[in-house]
Structures are given as C-alpha cells and as structure tokens.
C-alpha cells in the first residue's frame, strides 16, 4: 500500500501541525492491517514542544480560572458535536466496539474537559489566625509550568483528557505523549485547539514511542512534573529518569483487581456486574476483575452461571451493535494473553471457556485481527502468575474461600493494590471488609461507579499519587503560605 493511502499524523507543537519525517507503522486491531502513520518523534521534536509551552505558560497562567474553564467547555461542545467521527476513530485505533466508545470513551473525553472547567472554579485556600502573635497566615496556589502528560492506549482520549484537562484548568501548559498505538484521536482534538480558544502552545501534542518520545519528555530539564498511566515497568523507568530533576510524579499504574462475593450477595446482579468488570473493552481497563473469591457454598452455582453468561458475552466485529467486545490492541499483546491460558493448563487448572474451548467466528476481512473469546479458569493457585500478574485481556480466574479474614488476606495478597468489588448484603460487613482490603477504590454490590470529584489512584504497585478534582488540582500546582504580621 502506497504512503498516500495511509492516515499520516503530524506532531502539534506551537499551534500548528508540524510533520515528522520519520514515521511508525499503527495498525487496525480488528484486521491486523497497517492503516495509519504517526511521527517517531524524539528529543528534538520534544524539545520545540517544550519551548512552545513554556512561551505560551506566562500569558495562560495570567488569565483567571472562569477565562479558561470558558475554553475547557467550548472544547467540549466542539468534541461533543463531533462525537460520531471520534466514536468510529477510537474503534479503528484501538479495537474497541462502537458501543463502548459511543458510550463510554467519547462522552467521557468531553466530560472531563467540563468537569475540570467547573471544579476549577470552586477550590479554597487555607487560612489560620496567631491572634496571640497578631499574625494571619493563608495559603495561595500557582500553576507549575509545564506538565508533562503520557498516556496509555487502552481508553486513548478518554484518560489523555483526563489529564489534560485539569492541567490546563490549572493554568498550566502541556506536552502531551499519546500511546504509539492510539494517536489519532489525539490528533483530532488538536484540530479543534484553536477554534475552542486555545492559545498557541498551551496543548502540544507529541507523538512517537516510549523510549524515545516519552524518554525524551521525563528527562527534559524545563519540564518539572510527570503524570503517567500504564505499567509498573515504564513507572519505573520515568522515576529513574526523572530523578535527577527532582520532578513532582503521578503514576496510574496496573492492578490485579479481586471480586470477594459473599453467599449472601445477590447472585443476579453480581454475576450481570462481574462478568461487565471482566471483560469490558476486551479486559483492557487497569480497574477490570481478573480474581473471582466466591464463598464455598455458593461456589458451584456462580462458576456455572458466571461460564453461561461469559459465553453470552459476544466478541466479533467492532461495528456491530450486537457485540460486546471487539479486538485487542496488538498481536504481540494478543500472544501474551493467550500465553497464559497455555500457562493455566500446563499448571492443571481447567478453562470453563473462551480460549481452547469454544470457536470464535470472524468475517474473512477479521481473520487477521486480534480477537479473543472471554476465558474463565478455575482450579488455579494463588501463587500462579494467573493470580499474581496483571493480564490485561479477557481472562479471570474463580476460586472458592472458607473465611472472611482468609478472603482478606488471599484478595492482598499480590503486589497491587489499585481497586476491588465485595458483594454481599450485609452492611457490615462491607464496610468492615472495604476497610481491610489493600486497594485504593472499593466497589461495593457495583462496579466503575465513579465521583471524579473523590480520589483516584492505587496503593502498592498500582501507583503514586491521586487524581481526581482536588486531588489532580494539587498536584498541578504548587502551593506557597503566606503569614502577615499586623
């Protein structure tokens, strides 16, 4: 296929497209076929983004928070008039359905533009009185500078926005990374910048791999705070990068997230929920079930009506409405998911469904993409890598427990600690239960109920750092006491 065929995306730097004469292959999940270009930016490109940034970071600091929540709620009027374009891209990009961008991805993207432009709005500031020394003290807070944003490929301009947002709101410029994977609604928004009212150089947009794009974003001098969402093992790569500059850092990293479901939970619900926190987008949310605890009693009927509804559960074509999931992102990613499916049998636990048990049909124009049926396995030890890694794919694991403090300590028993679910109804014992388990987001009897105003983020491995309305507000800016003497 010849270049002029493809999509070629450009870096945004400074308000205007700027191409990048070398550029990486990003392929269509539901085919398997190179359908896209996007720059292999590296540190110069980084580098005139910053300087973009950091030009237009005085004049935008300046204006007062209802001036640029006035921008924040025109982009999302223009995002939100646009919705169906986004809603097709996302799918295309990333293999999603339209169902779950329409619903969930692009809604999102533009609420968070407004949410951010509201909340700014209505934060306060501290003050004390030393009426015994004649003091008064007060806190002020102040933009950073200029935030450096990476973003990971599973929900692409949903958490890309969710990071911008609050940045700017602040009053703080950006040099934004996409994933290498999913750029090009990133790039569409950046189309819309300066009709919202974006000055030059408030939003940059640079796109390229890790190692080199983002390498060059962490470790650049005149950038002095990094929010990152994606694995542990890049997390740790930008904390060793960034170190040297003494960087403010927030990192949404993985999870391995339990459902503990007592015998008194409502079965019909919890297994309509569960089996949505499974396998939704493919299992591709940090936030997805990838450890099912079921009391002892009631462990037989869950596993049997949890497989039938997994099998209810339709994977296919993106396009279609009737389906639930569509592809996943690559087939390196593919192969990785399935290699622990491989893993499950060789260890001698049991695939109820999905992967090896039941056959997946695809139109001729999918055969190549990269789909996967939702896959339960039960009979698998807590020390397994099934248990104990983040899979990231349509895969979870069910497996019986005795009793509450034993469920407890099997649910913290890995080394993240981003969010969980507990089904039962008694009251007590889900907030007794909550308390305990070791993860920064509990879902009681629901899942991915969320108040952007409340803290988000996770504890051990799953990361550093909140985001969310105060929380993302103080992490982008700085914040300074005053005391007068009267």
């Known amino acids: 296929m010849s270049k002029d065929k493809y999509l070629v995306l450009e870096n945004y730097i ?270 591709e949310i940090c936030l997805c079930t990838s450890r099912i605890f079921v009391e002892r009693s009631v462990y037989p009927e869950f596993l049997g009506r949890f497989v039938e509804a997994a099998r209810r559960w339709k994977t296919g074509v993106p396009s279609d409405p009737s389906n639930d999931n569509g592809a996943l992102i690559s087939k390196e990613h593919l192969q990785k998911v399935k290699g622990y499916v491989a893993l499950a049998l060789e260890e001698g636990a049991q695939v109820h469904c999905g992967e090896g048990v039941d056959k997946l049909i695809l139109p001729q124009q999918n055969a190549g993409g990269y789909f996967m049926l939702p896959t339960v396995i039960s009979g698998v030890k807590d020390s397994s890598a099934l248990m104990q890694e983040e899979i990231f794919g349509p895969v979870t694991c069910v497996t019986p427990f005795d009793e509450e403090e034993e469920v407890i300590s099997r649910a913290n028993g890995v080394r993240y600690g981003l969010s969980a679910t507990v089904w039962s109804r008694d009251v007590g014992r889900v907030h007794r239960v909550a308390r305990k388990l070791q993860a920064g987001l509990v879902w009681t009897n629901c899942w991915l109920v969320r108040d952007l105003n409340l803290p988000f983020g996770g504890m051990k491995n799953s990361g550093i750092g909140r985001e969310g309305g105060k929380d993302s507000y103080h992490f982008f800016t700085e914040v300074k006491s005053i005391t007068i003497k009267h």
């Open 14 to 283: 400074g308000g205007k497209f700027v191409p990048c004469f070398k550029l990486i292959d990003s392929f269509n999940p539901s085919t398997g076929e190179v359908y896209c270009k996007i720059p292999d930016s590296g540190p110069e490109e980084v580098d005139a983004a910053v300087r973009a940034a950091k030009e237009a970071f005085p004049d935008w600091s300046a204006k007062s928070p209802a001036e640029r929540s006035k921008v924040l709620n025109k982009l999302a009027d223009l995002i939100e008039a646009r919705l169906e374009e986004f809603v097709q891209a996302e799918s295309k990009d990333q293999g999603k359905t339209t169902t779950f961008a329409r619903n969930v991805d692009v809604p999102r993207s533009a609420y968070n533009f407004r949410f951010f432009a509201s909340s700014v709005l209505h934060h306060t500031n501290d003050c004390s009185q030393m009426d015994h020394m004649g003091c008064l003290n007060y806190t002020v807070r102040s933009p950073v500078g200029v935030a450096g944003l990476i973003s990971p490929w599973n929900l692409p301009l949903y958490l890309l926005t969710w990071k911008i947002a609050p940045a700017v709101a602040a009053g703080n410029t950006v040099v934004a990374k996409p994933s290498e994977m999913t750029s090009v609604t990133a790039w569409m928004m950046c189309r819309l910048l300066e009709e919202a009212g974006f000055p030059p150089g408030v939003i940059n947009i640079v796109f390229g791999t890790g190692p080199r794009a983002g390498d060059a974003l962490v470790s650049h001098p005149d950038v002095p705070l990094i929010s990152f969402t994606g694995s542990t093992a890049t997390a740790r790569l930008i904390t060793e990068r960034s170190a040297p500059y003494c960087k403010r850092l927030s990192l949404e990293l993985g999870g391995k997230n339990p459902a503990i479901i007592f015998a008194d939970a409502d079965m019909e619900q919890c297994i309509s929920t569960t089996v949505q926190s499974s396998f939704s987008n493919q299992g």
